[in-house]
Antibody, heavy 122, light 107 residues
Protein backbone atom coordinates (compact mmCIF):
# COMPACT_ATOMS: atom_id res chain seq x y z
CA UNK A 1 0.00 0.00 0.00
CA UNK A 2 1.00 3.61 -0.46
CA UNK A 3 3.16 4.96 2.36
CA UNK A 4 4.88 8.25 2.99
CA UNK A 5 6.91 8.26 6.18
CA UNK A 6 8.45 11.49 7.39
CA UNK A 7 11.39 11.74 9.76
CA UNK A 8 13.85 14.30 11.04
CA UNK A 9 11.58 16.54 13.05
CA UNK A 10 12.40 17.70 16.54
CA UNK A 11 13.25 20.63 18.78
CA UNK A 12 15.67 23.20 17.40
CA UNK A 13 16.74 26.65 18.56
CA UNK A 14 15.92 29.77 16.56
CA UNK A 15 18.49 30.21 13.82
CA UNK A 16 19.18 26.48 13.73
CA UNK A 17 18.89 23.96 10.94
CA UNK A 18 17.06 20.71 10.40
CA UNK A 19 16.70 18.24 7.54
CA UNK A 20 13.43 16.43 7.01
CA UNK A 21 13.20 13.21 5.03
CA UNK A 22 10.26 11.37 3.52
CA UNK A 23 10.49 7.72 2.53
CA UNK A 24 8.00 6.66 -0.11
CA UNK A 25 6.81 3.14 -0.86
CA UNK A 26 3.96 1.32 -2.54
CA UNK A 27 3.95 3.41 -5.70
CA UNK A 28 6.25 4.59 -8.48
CA UNK A 29 7.84 7.60 -6.80
CA UNK A 30 9.13 9.16 -10.02
CA UNK A 31 5.56 9.32 -11.41
CA UNK A 32 4.47 11.91 -8.84
CA UNK A 33 5.31 15.43 -7.89
CA UNK A 34 6.06 15.86 -4.21
CA UNK A 35 5.34 18.62 -1.80
CA UNK A 36 5.92 19.66 1.81
CA UNK A 37 2.84 21.08 3.50
CA UNK A 38 2.88 22.34 7.07
CA UNK A 39 0.32 22.97 9.76
CA UNK A 40 1.11 25.10 12.78
CA UNK A 41 -0.47 23.88 16.04
CA UNK A 42 -4.21 24.47 15.89
CA UNK A 43 -3.92 26.30 12.58
CA UNK A 44 -4.57 25.73 8.89
CA UNK A 45 -2.50 24.30 6.08
CA UNK A 46 0.32 25.96 4.14
CA UNK A 47 2.11 24.62 1.07
CA UNK A 48 5.78 25.15 1.80
CA UNK A 49 7.47 23.71 -1.28
CA UNK A 50 6.87 21.74 -4.47
CA UNK A 51 9.15 19.65 -6.66
CA UNK A 52 8.19 18.18 -10.00
CA UNK A 53 8.62 14.55 -11.08
CA UNK A 54 12.20 14.99 -12.31
CA UNK A 55 13.09 17.82 -9.95
CA UNK A 56 13.36 20.31 -12.78
CA UNK A 57 10.65 22.59 -11.39
CA UNK A 58 10.75 23.79 -7.78
CA UNK A 59 8.58 26.28 -5.95
CA UNK A 60 8.74 27.76 -2.46
CA UNK A 61 6.33 29.73 -0.34
CA UNK A 62 7.54 33.30 0.18
CA UNK A 63 7.70 32.60 3.91
CA UNK A 64 10.54 30.08 3.43
CA UNK A 65 12.24 31.22 0.23
CA UNK A 66 15.99 31.48 0.68
CA UNK A 67 15.92 29.40 3.88
CA UNK A 68 14.49 26.04 2.81
CA UNK A 69 15.64 23.71 0.02
CA UNK A 70 13.57 20.86 -1.35
CA UNK A 71 15.14 17.92 -3.17
CA UNK A 72 14.32 14.39 -4.20
CA UNK A 73 16.21 11.19 -5.00
CA UNK A 74 14.10 9.07 -7.32
CA UNK A 75 16.57 6.18 -7.03
CA UNK A 76 16.02 6.10 -3.28
CA UNK A 77 12.29 6.95 -3.37
CA UNK A 78 12.98 9.81 -1.02
CA UNK A 79 12.06 13.46 -0.57
CA UNK A 80 13.98 15.95 1.55
CA UNK A 81 13.57 19.41 3.02
CA UNK A 82 16.66 21.20 4.26
CA UNK A 83 15.67 24.00 6.60
CA UNK A 84 18.03 26.77 7.73
CA UNK A 85 17.62 29.94 9.81
CA UNK A 86 14.60 28.47 11.53
CA UNK A 87 12.17 30.80 13.25
CA UNK A 88 9.50 30.30 15.89
CA UNK A 89 6.86 30.72 13.19
CA UNK A 90 8.22 27.65 11.40
CA UNK A 91 6.93 25.50 14.26
CA UNK A 92 4.48 23.07 12.69
CA UNK A 93 3.74 19.53 11.67
CA UNK A 94 5.38 19.03 8.29
CA UNK A 95 3.59 16.68 5.93
CA UNK A 96 5.10 14.99 2.92
CA UNK A 97 2.52 14.74 0.14
CA UNK A 98 2.29 13.51 -3.45
CA UNK A 99 0.24 14.44 -6.48
CA UNK A 100 -0.06 13.62 -10.15
CA UNK A 101 0.80 15.80 -13.09
CA UNK A 102 -1.53 15.87 -16.09
CA UNK A 103 0.01 17.38 -19.20
CA UNK A 104 2.75 18.85 -16.99
CA UNK A 105 0.15 20.57 -14.77
CA UNK A 106 0.06 19.60 -11.09
CA UNK A 107 -3.17 18.11 -9.80
CA UNK A 108 -4.51 17.80 -6.28
CA UNK A 109 -2.45 16.18 -3.56
CA UNK A 110 -3.92 12.70 -3.29
CA UNK A 111 -1.95 11.23 -0.41
CA UNK A 112 -0.29 12.61 2.71
CA UNK A 113 2.15 11.17 5.19
CA UNK A 114 1.40 11.32 8.90
CA UNK A 115 3.72 14.25 9.45
CA UNK A 116 6.71 15.13 11.60
CA UNK A 117 6.67 17.87 14.22
CA UNK A 118 9.23 20.65 14.05
CA UNK A 119 9.44 22.87 17.11
CA UNK A 120 11.57 26.01 17.02
CA UNK A 121 12.12 27.32 20.50
CA UNK A 122 14.91 28.46 22.77
CA UNK B 1 -1.33 34.83 -4.28
CA UNK B 2 -4.87 33.49 -4.54
CA UNK B 3 -6.70 33.87 -1.25
CA UNK B 4 -9.22 31.19 -0.36
CA UNK B 5 -12.06 31.84 2.04
CA UNK B 6 -14.52 29.36 3.53
CA UNK B 7 -17.87 29.73 5.18
CA UNK B 8 -19.14 29.12 7.70
CA UNK B 9 -16.23 28.70 10.08
CA UNK B 10 -18.27 26.20 12.08
CA UNK B 11 -21.32 24.25 11.01
CA UNK B 12 -23.40 22.41 13.60
CA UNK B 13 -25.38 19.60 12.05
CA UNK B 14 -27.37 16.64 13.34
CA UNK B 15 -26.52 13.14 12.08
CA UNK B 16 -28.53 12.38 8.96
CA UNK B 17 -28.88 16.02 7.99
CA UNK B 18 -27.40 17.72 4.95
CA UNK B 19 -24.33 19.94 5.22
CA UNK B 20 -23.35 22.59 2.69
CA UNK B 21 -19.88 24.13 2.86
CA UNK B 22 -18.75 27.07 0.74
CA UNK B 23 -15.37 28.05 -0.62
CA UNK B 24 -14.47 31.19 -2.53
CA UNK B 25 -11.31 32.10 -4.43
CA UNK B 26 -10.06 35.68 -4.80
CA UNK B 27 -9.61 35.06 -8.54
CA UNK B 28 -10.59 32.29 -10.91
CA UNK B 29 -9.02 28.89 -10.32
CA UNK B 30 -11.01 27.25 -13.11
CA UNK B 31 -11.87 23.75 -11.81
CA UNK B 32 -8.53 23.27 -10.06
CA UNK B 33 -10.11 22.97 -6.64
CA UNK B 34 -9.86 20.17 -4.10
CA UNK B 35 -11.60 19.40 -0.82
CA UNK B 36 -9.91 17.64 2.08
CA UNK B 37 -11.19 16.20 5.34
CA UNK B 38 -9.06 16.29 8.47
CA UNK B 39 -9.81 14.60 11.77
CA UNK B 40 -7.93 15.40 15.00
CA UNK B 41 -4.42 13.98 15.05
CA UNK B 42 -4.66 12.78 11.46
CA UNK B 43 -3.35 13.92 8.11
CA UNK B 44 -5.85 15.42 5.68
CA UNK B 45 -7.59 13.07 3.25
CA UNK B 46 -8.53 13.97 -0.31
CA UNK B 47 -12.29 13.94 -0.89
CA UNK B 48 -12.87 15.85 -4.13
CA UNK B 49 -10.59 17.05 -6.94
CA UNK B 50 -11.29 18.93 -10.12
CA UNK B 51 -14.09 20.67 -8.20
CA UNK B 52 -16.51 17.75 -8.48
CA UNK B 53 -14.71 14.38 -8.93
CA UNK B 54 -14.75 12.12 -5.89
CA UNK B 55 -11.41 10.58 -4.96
CA UNK B 56 -11.03 6.82 -4.78
CA UNK B 57 -13.06 5.27 -1.98
CA UNK B 58 -14.99 8.42 -1.09
CA UNK B 59 -18.70 7.73 -0.44
CA UNK B 60 -21.31 9.13 -2.82
CA UNK B 61 -22.80 11.29 -0.05
CA UNK B 62 -19.91 13.70 -0.69
CA UNK B 63 -20.35 15.90 -3.74
CA UNK B 64 -18.61 18.97 -5.06
CA UNK B 65 -19.74 21.69 -7.42
CA UNK B 66 -18.70 25.05 -8.79
CA UNK B 67 -16.03 26.57 -10.99
CA UNK B 68 -14.16 29.82 -11.29
CA UNK B 69 -14.37 31.44 -7.88
CA UNK B 70 -17.34 29.81 -6.12
CA UNK B 71 -17.38 26.22 -4.92
CA UNK B 72 -19.54 24.04 -2.71
CA UNK B 73 -19.03 20.77 -0.86
CA UNK B 74 -22.23 18.99 0.06
CA UNK B 75 -22.54 16.07 2.44
CA UNK B 76 -25.99 14.71 1.76
CA UNK B 77 -26.60 12.82 5.01
CA UNK B 78 -24.03 13.27 7.72
CA UNK B 79 -22.64 10.17 9.35
CA UNK B 80 -20.82 10.11 12.69
CA UNK B 81 -17.48 9.69 10.94
CA UNK B 82 -17.99 12.89 8.92
CA UNK B 83 -17.58 15.25 11.85
CA UNK B 84 -14.24 16.86 11.04
CA UNK B 85 -12.60 19.95 9.58
CA UNK B 86 -12.92 20.47 5.82
CA UNK B 87 -10.45 22.47 3.77
CA UNK B 88 -10.63 23.63 0.19
CA UNK B 89 -7.43 24.16 -1.80
CA UNK B 90 -6.69 25.68 -5.17
CA UNK B 91 -3.93 24.17 -7.27
CA UNK B 92 -4.36 26.43 -10.28
CA UNK B 93 -1.29 28.53 -9.53
CA UNK B 94 1.56 28.50 -7.04
CA UNK B 95 1.43 28.96 -4.12
CA UNK B 96 -1.29 26.36 -3.84
CA UNK B 97 -3.40 27.90 -1.13
CA UNK B 98 -5.88 26.47 1.35
CA UNK B 99 -8.94 28.00 2.87
CA UNK B 100 -9.03 28.39 6.67
CA UNK B 101 -11.34 25.41 7.04
CA UNK B 102 -14.90 24.68 8.11
CA UNK B 103 -15.41 22.65 11.25
CA UNK B 104 -18.45 20.38 11.07
CA UNK B 105 -19.55 19.43 14.54
CA UNK B 106 -22.45 17.63 16.12
CA UNK B 107 -25.55 19.69 16.85
Amino acid sequence: QVQLVESGGGLVKPGGSLRLSCAASGFTFSDYYMSWIRQAPGKGLECVSYISLSGSTIYYADSVKGRFTISRDNAKNSLYLQMHSLRAEDTAVYYCARGEEWELLPQAVDFWGQGTLVTVSS
Amino acid sequence: EIVMTQSPATLSVSPGERATLSCRASQSVSSNLAWYQQKPGQAPRLLIYGAFTRATGIPARFSGSGSGTEFTLTISSLQSEDFAVYYCQQYNSWPFTFGPGTKVDIK
